[in-house]
């Protein structure tokens, strides 16, 4: 079966670091582009950072400078290293891929206490 599974969540004071991982197979990193997007309670889901297969990286406004989305070809892993997290980063965080596949991972939820 095709599938994203997403670890890596937990709840964090303001300031704090997590890191979440993404594992996928072989064929998706070779075929698809990752990235990471997150659902806050009452709100859409929205773009956070996106790992193409050539290496390129964007991310939103929201968290430049603080996150960083990188890979693991050896282990076909993405993470999300989150720095310097504020209360308005608490969402579920999702990994998704985009190309051949377009999946979707069951979700992480991140919350930050103020």
């Known amino acids: 079966q095709v599938q994203l599974v997403e670890s890596g969540g937990g709840l964090v004071q303001a300031g704090g670091s997590l890191r979440l991982s993404c594992a996928a197979t072989r064929t998706i990193f070779r075929l698809d582009h990752m990235g990471w997007y997150r659902q806050a309670p009452g709100k859409q889901r929205e773009f956070v950072a996106r790992l193409t297969r050539d290496g390129s990286t964007n991310y939103a406004d929201s968290v430049k400078g603080r996150f960083t989305i990188s890979r693991d070809n050896a282990k076909f892993t993405v993470y999300l290293q989150m720095n310097s997290l504020k209360p308005e980063d608490t969402a579920v965080y999702y990994c998704?891929?985009?190309?051949?596949?377009?999946?979707w991972g069951q979700g992480t939820q991140v919350t930050v206490s103020s």
């Open positions: 998704n891929s985009q190309g051949a596949y377009n999946l």
